[in-house]
């Protein structure tokens, strides 16, 4: 059974920091590109960040540039989302995303960045 479990949500003051972990379970982790979409109220879901396999290409959406970090962990089956400076348009549900021959998506974590 194919589980993508997304952790490390919460309630953040602006310019804080948050760390999101994506557990993998029921494929071939490392086989497979992984990203982090999100999706605020009102708004279609974006793309946040996104990981090759070996970790070796990331890519960025403008609006977190320079702040938010992606990694992975092929031995744990886990990618990470490291976001730091948050603003309150950071405030969303965050998504896990893999995609190979296949895609998954994971149930979504709550990021809210208010003071």
């Known amino acids: 059974q194919v589980q993508l479990v997304e952790s490390g949500g919460g309630l953040v003051q602006p310019g804080g920091s948050l760390r999101l972990s994506c557990l993998a379970s029921?494929?071939?982790?490392?086989?497979?590109?992984m990203s982090w979409y999100r999706q605020a109220p009102g708004k279609q879901r974006e793309l946040v960040a996104e990981?090759?396999?070996?970790?070796?290409?990331?890519n960025y959406a403008d609006s977190v540039k320079g702040r938010f970090t992606i990694a992975r962990d092929n031995a744990k089956n886990t990618v990470y989302l490291q976001m730091n400076s948050l603003k309150p348009e950071d405030t969303a549900v965050y998504y896990c995303?893999?995609?190979?021959?296949?895609?998954?998506w994971g149930q979504g974590t709550q990021v809210t960045v208010s003071s």
């Open positions: 029921g494929f071939t982790f490392s086989s497979y590109d």
């Open positions: 990981i090759t396999t070996a970790g070796g290409s990331t």
């Open positions: 995303y893999a995609k190979s021959r296949r895609w998954y």
